[in-house]
């Protein structure tokens, strides 16, 4: 009588190895897809085109095209700024500069195209609304590119300049983020308009200084002056928890004024509590590259409770 095969055999029988194939296939295109989110930026510009439409629901705007604009703007800026600092990057970010140096083509045509489409459709929605597209642009060549360096100036790039650094990116999205989807509908300046200015600028300083712990000895021998390389780590974390509940201050203020729903008070300080337990990891955590990440994604749960509360899911 033949004996029957065994179970170690069968295991690894064609089936079993077409099936294991597969899994590491798809293994490799989910690794693949999260490097080209991660790495190029494209994550950031569905945040920011998040962000965008959290601003449209707390100030009850129509649908509009700003949230695509203002992602395709994202990217494109992002991306410049990456192709650009693949000599300073090399050091503090390993896998990302090998991820645009072997993409380094795709990404200056991408890039060109993004922000080309972007102005394309923000000429649609007016004046306001294509000089809006081309603010984050101008402050990115005023704060990442050497344009001082041609002036003879010791200060080369607002970038290496303490405190303007991060307030320059600040001022650059906030503007633009609230600004744009106003611009498409023709909305009126109002406290509520203000409100979320001060908000987005407030949290999105702290999100620019949370990626400098990591790069805290990068940018030391750079010359780079940022709030951890001048007053130390814990006294940074110290600042940015004061930051946050200052932003969590305007927002009280802003709810007892009437100017924020009790919806979008509580969805806006949901974000800022994300930034503060973000924060509160700093210096603490070996993982503070994905710290920057979480800082990142902090205005996304706002989004959600937002929705959640208005469409009463």
Known sequence: MASQPSTQSRSTGPTALRNRSTVARARTVLERLRNALLYSSTYLALVAAAEVALV?????????????????????????????????????????????????????????????????????????????????????????????????SRVRRLKEVLIVNSAVVALAWSVT??????????????????????????????????????????????????????????????????????????LAYAFLQGFLSTAATLALAVGIGCLLGTVAFLGRSDAERRLALSAELSRVPALGVLVFITLGI
């Open 56 to 152: 449209m629901i707390v100030l009850s705007l129509p649908v509009n095209l700003s949230p695509l604009v203002v992602g395709l703007v994202t990217f494109a800026v992002y991306v410049n700024d990456r192709l650009a600092d693949l000599e300073t990057d090399a050091a503090v970010a390993p896998n990302r500069t090998a991820f645009v140096r072997r993409h380094q083509r795709v990404l200056y045509v991408a890039g060109a195209l993004a922000y080309g489409v972007a102005v394309a459709v923000a000429v649609t929605g007016g004046p306001l609304a294509f000089g809006l597209t081309l603010l984050p642009g101008a402050f990115w060549v005023l704060y990442a590119l050497d344009y001082f360096a041609a002036l003879g």
């Open 177 to 250: 983020i609230v600004g744009m989807p106003m611009a498409f509908t023709n909305a009126p300046v109002t406290p509520t308009a203000g409100v979320l200015f001060g908000y987005l600028f407030l949290a999105t300083f702290v999100n620019a200084e949370i990626p400098n712990v990591p790069d805290v000895e990068s940018d030391a021998s750079a010359g780079v002056a940022t709030l951890p390389v001048v007053v130390g780590v814990r006294r940074t974390r110290q600042s940015l928890y004061g930051v946050a509940l200052l932003t969590l201050g305007l």
